[in-house]
């Protein structure tokens, strides 16, 4: 059983903004203190939709680290590193495309939502309609157990899934699995083996998914088995096949929607950010002109807080007394929108703050990034090689 771990990117697109804190890097924070992470850079992917104009990639991915790094991403806890550096990402990806079905690619609900909403790009290459499958490989290759997704991305684990059970199906025949795995069950004891044996069948033949997970439990815990006879009983749990890519699990994000200045979701394409690090006096100007209840017009008229893009603001900043204020004052006319808006000013400032100091060591001396990257990269490639070496030996392709 490989170890448990933690596999994310984001494409470099310059900047993070609070959308993306509250979207991920929040969740990132708290995962690396729980499991081994490793986030990276998706500088390939970037290429999907900016093949024509790749000039702005290099700086992007420079200024997302840094604000990586700002959020309160450890490098101690995290290994962080740059996706093109890492080869086996693009071999892993080869190889997989030799046996993907187009139409699994086709499916992919994403794909035609991107279609239609970049419709004045030509994204009639491979490139596009392969980033599921390049976006596959950048988990697979790091046997990942986890990989933190919204909602709308759970259609893309599931296609990793398919893929890894598919792979190990075609190419994870060893010459006489069933025999050596049913060696390695006596290995377990005799009453193991019968527990074993029976949690098999009932998953097998009954699709008990609690029986393979008990299964799974005990292996764990047996302390006599090698590292092959430990992987063959995991196969043979679930068929008599070699596991040699990891199916890994879906783990859901809590994901606070932001609202822009505008009052839609927070992004670039809508010009309506707050930059993670953007500076104290353009941060309160910005949040001076954001959008309210458009019922209330004058000073004395009273407005209603959900139909406000601030009260989202406020459910994220604020604690229960002011939000309490908030809402009193709003339906009343007690208070003015200014008011209101200072109260979400000071909470995103005070969130900042520690983001801005965290952030001037790494701006006073970008070589401590380029260090944490490189050391980064050499932490994946090593984890990539290896199993890209078991990769090899079963599509026939080790030359030994």
């Known amino acids: 059983m490989y170890a448990d771990r933690v596999v994310s990117g984001m494409r470099p697109t310059g900047a993070m903004h609070l959308g993306h804190y509250h979207g991920a890097l929040k969740n990132w924070v708290t995962m690396q203190a729980e499991l081994p992470c490793l986030f990276f850079v998706a500088d390939w992917h970037a290429l999907t939709t900016h093949y024509d104009d790749p000039s702005i990639i290099e700086a992007s991915t420079w200024d997302m680290l840094v604000d990586w790094l700002a959020a309160g991403i450890d490098p101690s806890q995290s290994t962080l590193f740059i ?74 684990v599931e296609m990793m899934r398919e893929l890894a059970r598919r792979f190990n199906h075609i190419y994870g025949k060893e010459k006489d699995f069933e025999e050596k795995a049913q060696e390695a069950v006596k290995k377990l004891g005799s009453k193991r083996a019968k527990i074993y044996n029976e949690l098999r069948v009932e998953f097998q033949q009954d699709g008990k998914v609690d029986a393979l997970e008990q299964a799974k439990a005990m292996l764990d815990d047996a302390q006599n088995l090698s590292m092959i006879d430990r992987e063959r009983l995991f196969g043979y749990l679930e068929g008599c096949r070699k596991l040699i890519l990891v199916e890994p699990q879906v783990r859901l994000t809590v994901a606070s929607r ?137 599509m026939g392709l080790s030359y030994s």
């Open 83 to 156: 996706q093109s550096k890492v080869p086996e990402h693009a071999e892993l990806h080869l190889l997989l495309s030799m046996a993907t079905p187009l139409g699994w690619l086709e499916r992919v609900p994403t794909y035609k939502d991107q279609i239609e909403q970049l419709a004045n790009k030509d994204l009639a290459t491979y490139g596009f309609l392969g980033y599921p499958l390049l976006q596959a490989a950048d988990v697979l290759i790091y046997r990942a157990s986890q990989v933190p997704v919204g909602a709308d991305q759970v259609p893309h």
């Open 258 to 394: 932001l609202p822009g200045l505008d009052g839609r979701k927070m992004s670039k394409s809508y010009g309506n950010t707050i930059a993670l690090r953007e500076s104290k006096d353009v941060v309160t100007k910005k949040i001076r002109t954001m959008l309210t209840d458009p019922a209330r017009i004058h000073r004395t008229d009273p407005g209603d807080p959900e139909k406000c893009p601030v009260w989202q603001l406020h459910l994220i900043y604020s604690d229960e007394n002011k939000k309490e204020w908030v809402t009193k004052g709003c339906k009343s006319a007690g208070i003015g929108c200014i008011e209101c808006k200072q109260i979400v000013a000071d909470g995103v400032l005070k969130e900042q703050e520690p983001m801005r100091e965290r952030a001037q060591k790494y701006l006073d001396d970008p070589s401590l990034v380029r260090a944490i990257v490189a050391d980064g990269c050499d932490k994946a490639r090593k984890l990539a090689q290896e199993t890209m070496r078991d990769v090899r030996e079963v």
